[in-house]
């Protein structure tokens, strides 16, 4: 017999192999990160992560002070109605100068409590911040807030076993000048996994919780700065 013939089967075996040690690692991983405990490291991992993986909010920020951050996105039903919605209103509390777009989906967008403002960024293709909106106290006591589930758009297709992994959303929606624009709060950092690291299950999950631990705390600081917000 060809040895050739060989090959595919070694290399299904392989595959099979490779997956139930990958799920034993993964596993014993998982074992090892207890998540409450986690949050008790919220202030250095938010340092941390300020410093390096996002510390282009700080300059966004232009010196203002980062209380929260997490990840946002806009709903595709927003993206669709965007454009009855650049009024005057709108545009006042705009701090870029080139008008709200508000229409890009699939690029990274970011939400920073600073004070009593909440701050919302779109990106470009590039990662370069693109839109920068400012909801100050008055905004913030007129929105409203409900649960909009887990984000799935945005990843398309995912096996089941990875749906922990993927962000629960609310969606706020804002009162400007009668108008309404919804948009939406991801209960944690969007994480991607370093190349370095793709063999390294531990450290894949300890960033994951790291990055939850971080995002989530921008909506329970929200909640508790605007009671008013809090979803059954």
């Known amino acids: 017999m060809n040895p050739l013939f060989l090959i595919p089967g070694a290399l299904v075996i392989g595959g099979i192999v490779f997956m ?9 991983a998982k074992a090892d ?9 919220y202030t250095a991992y938010k340092n941390e992560l300020l410093l390096q993986d996002f510390s282009f909010l700080k300059g966004w920020m232009k010196g203002q002070a980062i209380d929260a951050f997490s990840a946002a996105s806009i709903p ?10 650049l009024g005057d209103g709108l545009k006042n509390f705009a701090l870029s100068g080139t008008g709200i777009k508000l229409q890009r989906i699939d690029t990274d967008a970011f939400w920073v409590l600073s004070g009593k403002d909440l701050h919302f960024f779109t990106t470009d293709a590039v990662g370069e911040m693109e839109e920068h909106l400012v909801f100050d106290n008055f905004h913030l006591e007129k929105a409203r807030m409900h649960d909009g589930g887990i984000l799935k758009a945005q990843f398309g297709l995912y096996a089941k076993q990875a749906e922990e992994y993927l962000p629960k959303v609310q969606v706020i929606t804002f009162d400007v000048d009668g108008k309404q624009l919804s948009l939406e709060v991801h209960d944690r950092l969007r994480y991607a996994v370093d190349p370095a690291d793709m063999m390294n299950v531990k450290k894949q999950l300890q960033d994951r919780a790291k990055y939850q631990v971080v ?4 909506l329970a600081e929200l909640k508790a700065g605007f009671p008013h917000l809090k979803t059954a």
């Not at 595709?76 to 919605?85: C, G, H, I, M, P």
């Not at 995002?215 to 921008?218: D, I, N, W, Y």
């Open 20 to 28: 139930v040690i990958m799920n034993k690692r993964q596993k014993a």
């Open 33 to 41: 990160i207890d998540i409450d405990q986690e949050r008790r490291n």
């Open 76 to 85: 595709q039903s927003t993206a669709d109605k965007v454009k009855n919605l």
């Open 215 to 218: 995002g989530e705390r921008l």
